[in-house]
């Protein structure tokens, strides 16, 4: 999994939301036509334990290019203070993003200082961009289940599109959001398993971050 386990009795926690960010990315050097990912929303939760401040983040990406998929899509999330210090950082490559799409993102860190969150600081870059059709493969019944002792975990399930198989690499990112519609958290977790063609499986994890992220609802996005 993205977040790390907790450890120790989490202290109250802080729940901080970025500001919309708009400003699109493209590969270095492109033309007009390229395709363009905006950041829509982010949102993150910080708390503390014994094992240090925990952070689960979540941003939602979206494609604004109404007939490119964009391809190779490197995100950078950065967690900074009230003097623009670095606090944790995570980067990860997308596969691609479908044309006027979105993609949700989510993620965990640690780090072994106590200062505190002020701002999640979002860094955006397409590899290249095509104006062949890109599928990926869809999400659905994704929710935030309560289990009989007080857990939570969330299930869901996916379908495989293609007529190959999908690795058990494949990433399912998560993103968790408060009854106010705002980005509070996320994680991210392997399929665990191939997944053959036309095939539908289901996924379920009792994501540790969800001990201290506040989230009712969930959406997610797979990496194949």
């Known amino acids: 999994m993205?977040?790390?386990?907790?450890?120790?009795?989490?202290?109250?926690?802080?729940?901080?939301?970025?500001?919309?960010?708009?400003?699109?990315?493209?590969?270095?050097?492109?033309?007009?036509?390229?395709?363009?990912?905006?950041?829509?929303?982010?949102?993150?939760?910080?708390?503390?334990?014994?094992?240090?401040?925990?952070?689960?983040?979540?941003?939602?990406?979206?494609?604004?290019?109404?007939?490119?998929?964009?391809l190779h899509v490197r995100l950078t999330v950065t967690l900074r203070d009230s003097r623009g210090r670095s606090l944790a950082t995570r980067t990860v490559t997308i596969t691609g993003i479908p044309a006027g799409g979105d993609f949700y993102v989510g993620g965990g860190a640690a780090t072994h200082v106590s200062l505190k969150g002020s701002a999640l600081r979002t860094a955006v870059q397409v590899g290249s961009s095509t104006a062949r059709q890109l599928v990926l493969p869809p999400v659905t019944g994704a929710s935030i289940k309560h289990g009989s002792y007080g857990n939570r975990n969330v299930a869901g399930e996916f379908r495989n599109p293609y007529n190959k198989l999908i690795s058990s690499s494949a990433t399912i990112y998560l993103v968790y959001l408060n009854s106010q519609g705002k980005i509070v958290g996320g994680d991210s977790e392997s399929s665990g398993a191939a997944v053959q063609p036309g095939q539908t499986v289901s996924f379920t994890d009792p994501i540790s971050s969800l001990s201290f992220v506040k989230g009712t609802r969930v959406e997610a996005s797979v990496d194949p």
């Open 2 to 70: 993205g977040s790390p386990a907790l450890a120790g009795r989490p202290k109250p926690t802080r729940v901080g939301r970025a500001p919309d960010q708009r400003a699109p990315s493209a590969p270095a050097g492109a033309g007009p036509g390229a395709a363009q990912v905006s950041v829509a929303a982010t949102g993150y939760t910080q708390t503390a334990s014994a094992a240090g401040e925990l952070i689960s983040y979540g941003v939602i990406l979206h494609n604004d290019s109404a007939s490119l998929a964009a």
